[in-house]
């Protein structure tokens, strides 16, 4: 593998595609083309370990090794049997091999995969007479297959366990939301740790810790113990030591507040885990508030929340969204909140416009992420009084 000009994937949620190309710029990428659900880029070795580190809207980080086409099974296996798999693991090495299948031709993801796997085993059975282990719940390299009608693309997954898995995540609320899809929630709506944030519905305070991360600038992974690139036969341990150091000690200090509300103390127990395994106790303050019957107490501030929605929790009071539309319109006078919902009938009831909308998914549900910006008077007045 060139180590200077890598080739580099990284997978996103739909609608999160441009933030993570903002980041990647950032971080250092580059030739950053925006794709779906994903970002291409190119990058050296150390630019690899830096963002599988810091980018937080990334789910996975795929190296393209193999490309090729087949318009059979045959010739599927045939062409993978003749790679020099020894390039990217050791016999001694178990591996796993997930896979993305598009194709009249393979249209069973599982049989690809197995023969692909039968053709690494078979290609080591020849050349060492050695067979390496297949391990798929925590191989020591993970391959990533994609076939797209014929043609073939062959990755190494450079992350290993997706990366919403951040370490810090030892409660579960009722219907948690992904720690990418919050993060990318956090910087559509603007959040740069200037000023306060409350989330006024936090569960178990997934939407909380990662902006406490984006305030500090605490790098994503910070948690996190391993990677998959660590397996790899070039993975220079002194180079990844370098580039964490670096990382953290740009780790910056906040002098703004951050605050959750929920009204269910089982909700507020499991965030404050959460909060704790973090190591944000000092940055995150939660407690136990009705938000209906809250004022705003922080100024400036912005409010992102994940409020219940039929698919997810059940919400016995056909009144919710229209008493969220009134809580923003008496108790929060020149603020801007953003709020996903899948329940577009039910948005309705908040009863002002949203000043954006975009679309999103919260696993396999359509959502829309929704700007609501509260004025005191109109927003003529509003508009005249700042020109």
């Known amino acids: 593998m060139d180590t200077e000009n890598i080739k580099i994937q990284i997978k996103t ?11 990647i710029k950032k971080l250092g990428g580059r030739n950053v083309e925006v794709k779906n659900r994903a970002v291409n880029c190119e990058g050296d070795l150390g630019f690899l370990y830096k963002i599988n580190y810091s980018a937080r809207t990334a789910l996975k980080i795929l190296v393209p090794v193999f490309e090729f086409k087949a318009f059979n099974q045959h010739q599927f296996y045939d062409k993978l049997f003749k790679m020099e798999w020894e390039q990217f693991m050791d016999v001694d090495q178990s591996f796993a091999i997930d896979s993305t299948v598009n ?21 080591f059975q020849e050349k060492f007479k050695r067979r390496p282990n297949v391990e798929p ?22 992350s290993g366990d997706p990366l919403f898995k951040r370490g810090y995540r030892k409660e579960q609320g009722e219907a948690p939301i992904n720690e990418v899809l919050a993060s990318g929630m956090l910087q559509l ?7 306060n944030f409350l989330d006024p519905m936090c569960g178990s305070g997934t939407l909380l810790i990662e902006a406490a991360m984006i305030a500090l600038d605490l790098p994503a992974q910070i948690f996190r113990r391993r ?6 036969n070039n993975y220079d341990a002194d180079l990844f030591t370098k580039i964490k150091e670096f990382r953290v000690n740009r780790v910056r200090e906040f002098h703004g507040k951050i605050i959750g509300y929920d009204i269910d103390g089982k909700m507020l127990n499991a965030a404050s885990v959460n909060i704790e395994a973090a190591e944000m106790e000092d940055i995150i303050e939660v407690k136990r508030q009705n938000f209906f019957e809250s004022k705003k107490e922080l100024f400036p501030l912005l409010m992102v929340f994940n409020p219940p929605y039929d698919e997810r929790i059940s919400i ?20 801007l909140a953003w709020l996903i919902s899948s329940d577009l009938e039910a948005v309705k009831k908040i009863g002002l416009r949203p000043s954006r909308k975009i679309k999103l998914f919260n696993g396999k549900l359509e959502t829309r992420f929704l700007q609501y910006e509260m004025y005191e008077g109109t927003k003529k007045v509003h508009k005249l009084e700042n020109q």
């Open 13 to 23: 949620f739909f609608g999160l595609e441009q933030v993570l190309a903002e980041e």
């Open 103 to 123: 194709s009249e031709t393979f249209k069973h993801s599982q049989f690809v995969t197995l023969k692909m796997k039968d053709a690494i085993v078979d290609y």
């Open 137 to 158: 719940k925590n191989p020591d390299i993970k391959f990533h297959l994609h076939i797209d009608r014929e043609l073939v693309t062959i990755s190494l997954d450079s």
């Open 227 to 232: 990677f998959a690139f660590q397996n790899w």
């Open 316 to 335: 016995n009071d056909d009144d919710f969204y229209k008493k969220i539309g009134d809580t923003f319109k008496t108790h929060y006078p020149n603020t």
């Open 189 to 195: 709506a603007g959040w740069d740790g200037k000023g």
